[in-house]
């Protein structure tokens, strides 16, 4: 086996292509997967008469199914905490444990004195060898690497085999041809910069581990109308593909009458999609309806997914929302942990980030949503949003509605920073709960609607439903007034509305009024209600019994009670009623109730 020097240099073991080609690599330097999350793994030690005792590693040392070469046999030595290999190579592999803030492993051939830098940057883990028992060692987390080689993931410049960017070689149908041999377990299909024609879908049901991966940028371009897909992979169920990398990479669909998908992605153990993008409106309906679709299909798998999708798809008037195509989408098949992160999504009619139906959790961060239908932002079971910033300002030219921010079919999840930005109304809510949702927490949630819009609904009738927390809300509202829509519902019980700060400021005639309360059990504490024209901030129906309504501000507008409410239980206490507001309605007003109500 040919030495691989430290610095990448060297030459690598090459032989002809099965298929024609000129040459591939055999290994790989590792500083070309530098940050591969699956990058992390097992060497396993035995016991060794001519080692003095000490345990040795015998062959290759196996990172998760990448063998660092050129190792030999790697004795435990006596004096320090070290691994040496005898091989005449200049590799060389430093292990630093970041727990223990040292030097775990070290292993290297040629100059002792200098070996290069393997970092975990996670704790090692594995019992302590006793020089007779054979131990294991397991490494979580990152590598940052360079010099290596690895033999497992066969790396395939694709211009070595007449794929050149610029030209009209058919990427895709090369790399169906390719993946596809019994020869090809693990493989990584390097593009460098340039665009490429890509007009044939690649299906891979069953690997062990699949990428394609730009240097540092590259471009796929789809001029077939009848192209579905550029990949799919997986079968939904476990066992059939193990890992999955793409990476800088843009899918180019501008051509007219091309609808194709960019990924659909089901693997178990890990999956990265990362600096990609899918370019181009989708102006036809063509199956399977996701523009990028990632799932882990094992409660273990892990993921990250960091995407753009600025042109969105066509609207047709004549269809349903759900009948157009949909943006990014993780629902029935994922069960495992995936983070999705500075993502940007942008004119997709049937929903811009669907997470819902699933039984895995997604957390969805620092990300943008803007003009997209049904819904901008879907939450579901165990999922988690942070600093999302959701816009609508195109929803009545298009003509289609949508919820900013929708909760569905969970047991319990978490919003927390999230901006919502209304320039034009939709029949729909901008934050939606549904009566499906027992438990959920909707946190530090700004809104600005300048139209006249439903900013939030929470609904079910189910007593026994958990609690829907809101806290922490800024709404402004400068919406127009030319009905009578309320600002919002609440339609459920157990809900709790903490920390509010609501300014109405309707512009145009008409009335526009502020929240209705029609369920029982519900709080409403610490907030703050200004109504510039006089309207009302709070209106109590028939199903508001058993009310907390404490330490609230009403500045300006008015506390209303219809005829039908009979209020049984409410607690009233220390709330400050200013600038002249009165309930209304034919209730007594509550500002000259006895102390049983404070």
């Keep these: ?52 005792g000490s345990s040795i590693l015998d062959g290759d040392l196996n990172l998760n199914r990448n063998s660092i070469l050129n190792v030999g046999t790697i004795g435990m030595t006596a004096d320090r905490p070290a691994l040496q290999t005898p091989g005449t190579g200049d590799a060389c592999i ?25 970092e975990f940057n996670a704790p090692l883990r594995g019992p302590t060898a006793d020089g007779r028992t054979a131990p294991s060692l397991d490494v979580e987390g990152t590598v940052a690497t360079g010099g290596l080689s690895v033999d497992s993931w066969q790396v395939v410049d694709v211009r070595e085999h007449g794929i050149e960017p610029g030209s009209d070689a058919d990427l895709g149908a090369f790399i169906q041809r390719h993946a596809a041999r019994e020869d090809v377990a693990g493989v990584v299909y390097h593009l ?32 077939n109308p009848e192209m579905p897909y550029f990949l799919s992979l997986g079968t939904g169920e476990p066992g059939h593909a193990g890992a999955f990398v793409a990476r800088n990479l843009t899918f180019d669909v501008q051509k007219p009458n091309v609808a ?53 798809s066509f609207y047709d008037p004549a269809l349903k929302e759900q009948e157009h195509p949909m943006g990014l989408a993780i629902e029935r098949t994922h ?139 800024t709404v402004r509202d400068t919406g127009s007034a030319a009905s009578n829509a309320h600002l919002g519902r609440v339609d459920r019980p157990n809900v709790v509305l903490r920390n509010w700060d609501v300014t109405m400021d309707p512009a145009g005639d008409g009335k526009r009024h502020g929240l209705v309360v ?41 506390l209303y009670q219809y005829d039908r409410a009979t209020t049984e239980g409410v607690i009233v206490s220390d709330n400050r009623f200013l600038d002249g507001v009165a309930l209304s309605g034919t209730q007594q007003n509550w500002t000259a109730r006895g102390a049983e109500f404070q």
Excluded at 94 to 118: F, K, L, N, Q
């Design 1 to 52: 086996m040919s030495p691989i020097n430290s610095d990448g240099g060297g030459e690598p073991e090459q032989r002809q292509d099965g298929d024609g080609g000129r040459t591939r690599r055999e290994v790989l330097t590792l500083a070309g997967l530098v940050g591969l999350p699956w990058l992390a793994g097992t060497g396993r030690a035995q016991d060794h008469s001519a080692s003095l």
């Design 335 to 473: 069960r495992g942990y995936l983070v999705v992160e500075n993502t940007d999504v942008e004119g997709f009619v049937n929903n811009g980030i669907y997470s819902a139906g699933h039984n895995g959790k997604v957390a969805i961060r620092n990300t943008s949503v803007k003009n997209c239908g049904a819904g901008m932002l879907r939450l579901g079971d165990g999922d988690y949003a942070y600093k999302c910033h959701l816009v609508n300002d195109d929803a009545e030219d298009r003509g289609y509605s949508y919820a900013a921010l929708w909760v569905t079919d969970a047991n319990h999840a978490v919003a927390d920073s999230i901006e919502i930005v209304a320039g034009q109304a939709t029949p729909s809510e901008l934050v939606r709960v549904n009566g499906d949702v027992d438990h959920c927490v909707l946190t530090n949630v700004s809104v600005e609607s300048h139209a006249n819009q439903h900013v939030c609904a929470f609904t079910g009738e189910d007593p026994a439903l958990g609690q829907v927390v809101a806290s922490n809300w």
């Design 518 to 558: 029609d369920a029982p059990w519900v709080d409403v504490v610490g907030c703050s209600f200004t109504h510039a024209d006089g309207g009302f901030d709070l209106l109590l129906d028939d199903g508001a019994d058993y009310l907390r309504l404490k330490d609230c501000d009403f500045k300006r507008g008015q």
């Design 94 to 118: 430093e292990i630093w444990d970041t727990a223990a803030d040292g030097w775990s492993v070290r292993a290297t051939e040629g100059t002792p004195g200098s070996p290069g830098a393997v």
């Design 192 to 223: 460098p910069d340039g665009t490429y024609t890509w007009n044939t879908p690649v299906t891979l049901r069953s690997f062990d581990t699949f990428g394609v991966v730009g240097e540092p940028q590259a471009q796929v371009r789809c001029t």
């Design 260 to 312: 194709a998908a960019a990924i659909i992605a089901a693997v178990d153990d890990s999956l990265e999609i990362d600096n990609c993008s899918l370019v181009g409106e989708l102006d036809r309906v063509v199956p399977p309806y996701y523009s990028i679709a990632p799932a882990l299909v094992t409660e273990k798998g892990r993921g990250y997914v960091s995407v753009t999708m600025p042109d969105g």
